[in-house]
């Protein structure tokens, strides 16, 4: 069915499956989820923690109260960074118009939308949370979850969230796909094409975080992967990572997670 001209984009929503209670995204701390697309809308929100979503050629940035509305077949990866693991909660669902799903929604997918009140976004969560759990409350259910959606849609109109610029998101990708790859911030520069002094001042500015440190924090989350889910040495490690130097490594590390390499490998361990 075509797409309808109407003031609200759909007047009902079909649930495709309960909403799950807000979740970790991440079972280690480097997170990365993908999806080749599904048949039904997803309304996705972080609660907690922060990193980046990419889809096709556009990248934003993933931080408490952004929320992101997928329309079906659309192509996503999304990593975390650093500082606290993501929490978000999400919803799969069918728009419908006049009891009739349709395929085509005016204004989506909405990408990067931000909540006036991440708190009262919370709340309202809450109330879905409640209903999902309760079989006999369907219709409620979908009711409030279509409240919701519309709500954040029309309250995010004046402020969305500005796509991270293409140099600054393809640095983002190399960074998190291949941190141990990164000579040094020069050799980023020259490979996408723009100055070092011009790619600093862009970087810093679009992420908030200096490139070089933002390198450093990538660097650590695939170093607590490796300490996490592996049997490698420390000295391994800081090779696999780049280092020459294993002082170095685990100086930096300490600064960063707050332990030494060893004593964070223990405390997983003791969990």
Known sequence: MPSIE?????????????????????????????????????F??????EGYLHCGAQSFRIFPGAFFIFSPHLNISAAHHSGPRITRFS?????????RRITKVPGLPRLGGQVQSLSLAQRQIDVIMRLALQRDEDAMLAKKLHAFILQCIGASEHRPEVPLSGPV?????????????????????????????????????????????????????????????????VSEIAE??????????????????????????KGVRCL
């Open 240 to 265: 696999a990572l780049g280092y020459r130097d294993i002082y170095f490594f685990s100086r930096q590390f300490k600064q960063l997670v707050g332990q030494s390499p060893m004593q964070y490998r």
């Open 169 to 233: 998101a393809e640095a983002l990708r190399l960074f998190h796909e291949s941190p141990a790859s990164v000579g040094s911030i020069a050799q980023v520069a020259r490979q996408i094409g723009i100055s070092r002094s011009h790619f600093d001042r862009e970087f810093t500015k679009q992420t908030g975080q200096a490139p070089q440190q933002f390198l450093i924090s990538c660097k650590m989350i695939e170093a607590r992967r490796y300490l996490e889910s592996s049997h490698l040495r």
């Open 91 to 99: 919803a799969h669902f069918h728009p419908l118009v006049d009891g």
């Open 44 to 49: 996705w929100m972080a609660l907690n923690g």
């Open 6 to 42: 109407r003031d609200d984009p759909f007047d009902a929503i079909e649930v495709v499956d309960r909403p799950w209670f807000p979740y970790l995204c991440t079972e280690v701390e480097h997170w990365e989820w993908r999806t080749s697309g599904d048949g039904h809308y997803n």
